[in-house]
């Protein structure tokens, strides 16, 4: 004899309700009025003849046997979307839209966007420079690659890669009006990315939270800071992710052998309905393919990030470039971002 199950609508309404902690939320997400909600609840309570909420003010508060329940719940409902998701979008063909941080799309995603399109030539896709986490929830957007601090709980969210962030400038202008130590970066134009937060994390590291600083320029994103200084405005904070190319090249280069860890990082993230969905598996699966290949292949890149660690006990070297090799006397510590 099969298992009594609860009705699914009701366990519908306890589990958007114990995702967003309100009633008028759940209701708002399922279409229906919080009245309904309330009843439909209530009505799971007495099936199971247990309390599944307490209200704590304005929010719902799980008790004991709603935190037990929940889990089980909330995995049946991604389960069944998932297999949704195959049958509605069965093959690696079809339109597929990527939103990405756009540094890294410039810098780094464009240059090997080629080898995925050439694998999956039947895939159209729609590339959106953007790190708004709100993005995701459009039926528009398919994959994000976001900035932040990843805790987006609402989505399928998965750690990409940490970075270490250090000063980057043109060799022009370094040439021009040179940098030798921290306290000439104070003769030059700082070029921010954000509010300041991430100089400010690189200054502490250096220990030159005091440095007497000239002109502050804010920008929208790292790109606009990172091509400000290919252009000799001044100095940015670039990455070992998105300026490992351009330092390669020559066309940046790093006066000082720090690096220091930035409190976010990069993540990949999607509805969770749409995980495990074909056409979304496979440019995931490419995402971090292409990163581990990246790694395991770029030994540049890999000398590059070993060389900006911060030495022990030592102060930041100034006029190393990043892709010189470490020296053998230093001991590094490691550092991500």
Known sequence: ??????????????????RHGSLTKAAGELHVTHGAVSHQIRALEASLSVKLFERTGQRLKLTAHGAELLPAVSSAFEEIAAATARMTRPTTAGALSVTCVPALLSLW????IGGFLSRYP????????SNDPGNVHSPDVDVAILYGDGSWTDLWVKLWTPLDLFPVVSPTLINNRPIRTIRDLGDHVMLHADDGREWHTWLAAADALDL????????SDARLAIEAAMHGVGVALGDTMTVASLLSRGQLVAPFNLAVPAVDAFYVACRKDLRAAPIVNVFIDWLFAALEEDNARAEPLAAARRALRRAAGKSPEPGRRPDAPPRPSLKHRSARR
């Open 122 to 129: 039947q895939i159209r896709l729609t590339l959106d420079a």
């Open 212 to 219: 007497k600083r000239g002109q502050q320029v804010h920008m």
């Open 1 to 18: 004899m099969a298992k009594r199950l609860p009705p699914l609508n009701p366990l519908r309404a306890f589990e958007a309700a114990a």
């Open 109 to 112: 995603l464009l240059p090997r």
